[in-house]
């Protein structure tokens, strides 16, 4: 039995929150509720997730790009080779069993824990945060560097929306660590980036008719609603415990994907 809008509107909009005070996008959370929750099969859970990286991406993208930092160059470096890969990595994923899918959603889950565990770490040894040099503006600008390599890695970005994430997590360090961009300009280029390749990725769902409006559409509102009430509230959390708890979370629903891909 399908669940009910409202607690679709509900769900996703927890979902949304937290993944507005955790800086991460919402297809982490939209993917493993609908499947795991609702008990949604993986196909139309992954199109669902990926229109609302689409709708969390325009927000956020008007919101971070108030001062125009999104760089336009940059954008296309990577999108120029990530959205090609999104759709035909989408494609693929449509014909792939259920199991596959969720193995390879636990794998990236498990990738996402990690890369939080590793900046908590880093975050605790730093001590009090001050300003850090990475999100300072460069005097001269020397940047996108290692524009090939930029495009090769950015294409493997694309691969994450065929399980309904929109990447943002792994374009921004490839901005900041291999192409040199500020960090500020890397987040607001990110916003624009994950609306591109999971907008090519959706269309594939469309046409395949995978996409679900009677589900998308509560999931959209109920996340775009969310996000904006935890951008309002992520000055008054602490954000630290938050992530160590919201580790755990993926730890159970990663491991839950994995047992449940090795059962078939």
Known sequence: MDPSPLLLLLSCG???????????????????????????????????????????????????????????RTVILVEVAASPVAVFATGLALYAPQAVLRGCFAALVALAAYRIVLRELRALRAGPPSEAAGWAEPEARDWPRRQGLGMFLGGLTGLSSALGIGGGPVKVPLMTEVMGVPMRVAL???NVMVGISTACAATVHYAGGSLRTDLTAPCVLGMAVGAYAGGRLAPKVNARWLAWAFVAVLVYMGGKMAWLALRG
């Open 14 to 72: 927890a979902c949304g929150a937290l993944a507005a005070l955790l800086g991460l996008g919402g297809g982490l959370f939209v993917v493993p509720l609908l499947n795991l929750g609702f008990g949604v099969d993986m196909a139309p859970s992954i199109a669902a997730s990926l229109v609302c990286c689409v709708a969390t991406s325009g927000a956020g993208s008007v919101a971070l790009d108030k001062g125009r930092l999104a760089d336009l």
């Open 188 to 190: 607001a280029s990110s």
